[in-house]
């Protein structure tokens, strides 16, 4: 199965700050990579499909951007309600994987 | 609106039976592949199970294969995962979700809660 590694880890930043977050695939997914956000207590959301498709609803700060197999999601202005996990997730190859999470948390 | 309700978690012993429901509505449930995803505690996400739209196509995440059963009932608008031989690893919030695709989900339930525990 395809391995996605995310980083960092966690991501200490300030409101309005810029965040740019990486997941690095250990095979090409082409451009089938998708971001989600999750909030404590709360289901996923998706972001990003398709590797720079906002989904429905989705502020334009949100941005995806990569191919094969690197990635980035930028958060071009944090806002407040931006502080959360982030998780990648493949759906080239079966079984689809997800990442292990970037945590952005307030500095 | 779509809405997902997942129901059916709780305290299992190792080795027992839960059966998890989720209940659709907002959208034509026989028109769309459903998914099970999992989140242990403090971990990070997981697919389970997907099943094609009018169930005749059923996928398992390996971790779960020969344990779990996923189906779906298209008349009641309800999805299911029959999870049989628990483990202290299936310990977990069980979502049920859905997307335009099988493998990518915009749209997800708020999660049932499942302990296996002695």
């Known amino acids: 199965e395809i391995v996605l590694t995310q980083s960092p880890a966690t991501l200490s930043l300030s409101p309005g700050e810029r965040a740019t977050l990486s997941c690095r695939a250990s095979q090409s997914v082409d451009n089938y990579l998708a971001w989600y956000q999750q909030k404590p207590g709360q289901a996923p959301r998706l972001l990003i499909y398709d590797a720079s498709n906002r989904a429905t609803g989705i502020p334009a700060r949100f941005s995806g951007s990569g191919s094969g197999t690197d990635f980035i999601l930028t958060i071009s202005s944090l806002e407040p309600e931006d502080f959360a996990v982030y998780y990648c997730?493949?759906?080239?190859?079966?079984?689809?994987?997800f990442g292990g999470g970037t945590k952005v948390e307030i500095k | 609106e779509v809405h997902l309700l997942e129901s059916g978690g709780g305290l299992v012993q190792p080795g027992g039976s839960l059966r998890l429901s989720c209940a659709a509505s907002?959208?034509?449930?026989?028109?769309?592949?459903m998914n099970w995803v999992r989140q242990a505690p403090g971990k990070g996400l997981q697919w389970v199970s997907a099943?094609?739209?009018?169930?005749?196509?059923?996928y398992y995440a390996d971790s779960v294969k020969g344990r779990f059963t996923i189906s779906r009932d298209n008349s009641k608008n309800t999805l299911y995962l029959q999870m049989n031989s628990l483990r202290g690893d299936d310990t977990a919030v069980y979502y049920c979700?859905?997307?335009?695709?099988?493998?990518?989900?915009?749209?997800w339930g708020q999660g049932t809660r499942v302990t296996v525990s002695s």
């Open positions: 979700a859905k997307g335009r695709w099988i493998n990518l989900w915009a749209d």
């Open positions: 099943i094609g739209n009018s169930g005749g196509n059923t």
């Open positions: 907002g959208f034509t449930f026989s028109s769309f592949a």
């Open positions: 997730q493949q759906r080239s190859n079966w079984p689809p994987t």
